[in-house]
């Protein structure tokens, strides 16, 4: 899946630019325009990295920053800083506060891209890498293309959203709501159900000439991907 970014910016331009530039690059793009519609929209979908403006109109992306770095759920998210202030000290502030890295406006755009993609293969390398491995089985982003064992596999557009995510996190137990939102969307109105029957698709397509099954079910819970008991 789409690496998730959050953009807090109050001025309606830029947000609007960084938006098209960063979907148009493969990104998962939300908006806020203030740090409490910030916080509100961390804690609903946590998000891969955040793009923060120092200026906000109530509190500061100074602020948002500090707060997010003092709650264990929210202090290991890669943020960087957007700001019209360029003086040293000022960058040192910021960068003390927890930023990852810091942008001085005006910026270039690429230059962004190049850094908040940078960012992430420190912190998330499997959502900006363009090929997957886990076990015998390569999903290749850029080519689209499904492997086994050198084996070309062939699945449906569901199915290779389900099978992303899944590589996405090798070893661990995603529950079925985690899998409805992360490919289908939080405004999608599917049943949970619909994951069972995706799931056994999938693990159809995997599993041709006898190989093993790289999905475990854990009952009660949801499924895990990749891991040794499967």
Not at 4 to 24: C, G, H, T
Not at 53 to 75: H, K
Request: charged fraction near 30%; hydrophobic fraction near 40%.
């Amino acid at each position: 899946m789409s690496a998730k970014l959050l953009i807090v910016e109050d001025e309606d331009a830029l947000s609007e630019l960084l938006r098209y530039n960063f979907e148009a690059d493969g990104f998962a793009v939300t908006v806020a325009a203030t740090a409490e519609d910030a916080e509100i929209l961390v804690s609903e979908d946590t998000p891969d990295i955040i793009v923060l403006d120092w200026m906000l109109p109530s509190a500061s992306g100074i602020e948002l920053c500090r707060r997010l770095r003092s709650r264990p759920d929210t202090r290991n998210i890669p943020v960087l800083i957007l700001t019209a202030r360029g003086e040293e000290a000022d960058r040192v502030r910021g960068l003390e506060t927890g930023a990852d890295d810091y942008v001085v406006k005006p910026f270039s755009v690429p230059e962004l891209l190049a850094r908040v993609k940078a960012i992430l293969r420190r912190a998330a390398p499997e959502r900006v890498a363009e090929v997957l491995q886990v076990m015998d089985i390569e999903l290749d982003r850029t080519a689209h293309q499904v492997t086994r064992g050198g084996r070309e596999i062939h699945l449906g557009p569901t199915e290779y959203r389900l099978l992303e995510f899944l590589m996405q996190s090798p070893g661990r137990v995603l529950s079925r709501a985690q899998l409805l939102d992360g490919v289908w969307g939080h405004d999608a109105y599917v049943d949970e159900r619909t994951v069972d029957v995706h799931i056994g698709r999938l693990r159809k397509a995997l599993m041709s000439r006898s190989q093993s099954d790289p999905i475990r079910t854990v009952r009660g819970a949801g499924y895990v991907f990749g891991d040794r008991q499967a």
